[in-house]
């Protein structure tokens, strides 16, 4: 659904349309606002049905019915003035826009009937008298909405992976590979908010009033996320032979199961099919499925991070562990031969002394056991001081890894960019490769573009080693004044002005001796 620039409408209410829709519908010029509209209605609707849900529980009805209902009026609010958004500037979609009705054609669509379904029911309401259930029913038509952004995912996956295996598929949906595309973030974003949903009602559980409330739903759900993550489970080990670390179909399966990840995938299920074997105390079975929370870490680039630099570091940290296991035993023995006499019911034994020393090396001072002789007291002022340090030792080690570890990361984006932009010219594909990569590693968007305009500086001062072009710049003050000049454009769209020169800045003294090699650089 492209306008191009050329098409665009003149006058006010024309310009307005054009821009609703550039915000309102996927466009290959769409801005950054479209990409934060979808995220916001996608929200809404995920929120809006789980309070359908909820409204299910009678006492959380009651309890909350102002709440409820409020959130579900401004949610009315918000869904009709998207759709009469959607309507009044649909009619610019090129499958309509040199028809006549285009509006009413667009009006017609699938979509457009989806979302006028989802705000009928409330307004019917002033009109009709409508059984409570029979209404949630069809409030609950607002999850096909979603179909509007996971339905062009879909056929777009689906074109990419024609001929492929329905194994290649699976493990394109469950881990990004260039066949992946856009629909492999909705099903990560799923269930990051599946096993968000989980965890809360984990907890939620523990509250005996919401529980007895809703321990049916609680039932349920608990049951349908056992499912999607047992399912989860046994896919991955499925695709595992896809990778090639792990393609041999037997020993590559196990290899792959012990991965930390899979371990934590198999302890979130486990509780569950346990029950059905043994007896396991309520609690104990409580605390066991918040291990559920450890799954984000395979969607955290963060806590990925984390993990490797503590795996990385391992040797030095098991170094200053151990010799602050040995300071905590000299210490508490040392304590236990003063105190003992003084303190006997206090200091009875040696791993009693230690619990003392430990809290007095962290600095935390419960003071619930605390040294009254001269020589003991000498020791804990000792201890504490040294306990600074000890302390300060681990964090030192993990700050420096990390910051290595980002370092490291952020030289090798540096080379992928210059990989990619050495040709002179940076694709469609490559940029969203260098997206996809930075994602990965966890670079913020300033990061990342401080990066790219590094490698392009690097480009402007390097130029003269273009095949049949000589470039003679001024002192580099002027390259800055390039760049500065240039700097809204986008990487792709910088790596062809630069690395081609096909501009003309006199002021900037950039002199191309051989123009006519050059031909004309065209938006795209």
């Known amino acids: 659904m492209e306008i191009n620039d050329l098409d665009r409408p003149d006058g006010v209410i024309g310009r307005i349309r054009y821009e609703m829709y550039r915000v309102m519908f996927d466009t290959p010029n769409a801005p950054k606002l479209h990409h934060y509209f979808d995220r916001f209605i996608m929200t809404l609707i995920v929120l809006s049905v789980i309070a359908i849900g909820l409204e299910h529980s009678d006492a959380l009805h009651e309890a909350y019915h102002w709440e409820l209902a409020l959130f579900d009026k401004v949610s009315v609010i918000i869904f009709t003035a998207e759709l009469i958004g959607r309507l009044f500037c649909g009619g610019l979609a090129p499958a309509y826009r040199n028809k006549r009705f285009g509006t009413a054609r667009y009006a017609l669509t699938p979509s457009a009937i989806i979302d006028l379904l989802v705000v009928v029911p409330f307004y019917l309401t002033f009109l009709i008298e409508l059984d409570l259930r029979y209404l949630r029913m069809i409030r609950l038509l607002r999850v096909l909405k979603l179909a509007r952004f996971m339905l062009p995912k879909w056929i777009a996956f689906k074109e990419l992976n024609k001929g492929r295996s329905l194994r290649q598929k699976i493990y394109s949906l469950l881990y990004p590979d260039e066949f992946s595309g856009a629909f492999h973030s909705i099903i990560d974003a799923a269930l990051v908010v599946l096993i968000f949903l989980s965890v809360v009602a984990v907890v939620l559980e523990s509250v005996d009033s919401i529980h007895k409330a809703m321990e049916i739903e609680f039932y349920y759900f608990d049951r349908f996320s056992v499912f999607v993550f047992t399912l989860e489970y ?38 569950f099919y346990l029950t059905l074997f043994i007896h396991i105390d ?136 210059e990989e990619k932009a050495k040709d002179g010219i940076i694709t469609d594909d490559e940029q969203k490769e260098l997206n996809q990569k930075a994602v990965e590693m966890g670079l913020s968007r300033a990061r990342e573009r401080q990066f790219e305009d590094e490698v392009m500086k690097g480009l402007v001062r390097s130029s003269a080693n273009v095949p049949g072009l000589a470039v003679t710049f001024a002192p580099d003050d002027h390259v800055d004044a390039i760049f500065r000049m240039i700097e809204p454009l986008t990487l792709k769209h910088k790596s062809i002005l630069l690395a081609r020169l096909a501009i003309s800045l006199p002021s900037h003294s950039i002199i191309v001796e051989t123009p006519e090699l050059i031909g004309p650089v065209r938006p795209d």
């Open 282 to 417: 309520l609690r104990f079975l409580r605390v066991m499925r918040l291990v559920r929370i450890l799954k984000l870490t395979r969607y955290s680039t963060a806590m990925t991070t984390v993990i490797e630099v503590i795996t990385e570091e391992l040797p030095s940290l098991g170094a200053a562990l151990f010799v602050l296991m040995l300071i905590t035993i000299f210490s508490s023995s040392v304590m236990y031969l003063v105190e003992h006499e003084a303190q006997p019911a206090v200091f009875t034994s040696i791993p009693v002394a230690m619990y003392w020393a430990l809290i007095t090396l962290t600095t935390i001072g419960y003071g619930d056991i605390v040294p009254v002789t001269p020589v003991g007291q000498l020791l804990t002022m000792v201890m504490a001081c040294v306990g600074l340090a000890m302390i300060a030792l681990p964090t030192g080690i993990l700050a420096t890894g990390f910051s290595e570890k980002l370092r490291k990361r952020s030289e090798a984006f540096k080379e992928l960019v």
């Open 234 to 271: 046994v896919l991955r080990i499925f695709v595992a032979v896809e990778n090639p670390a792990t393609s041999k179909p037997i020993s590559g399966r196990l290899r792959f199961m012990t991965n930390p990840s899979q371990i934590i995938d198999l302890l979130s299920v486990l509780p």
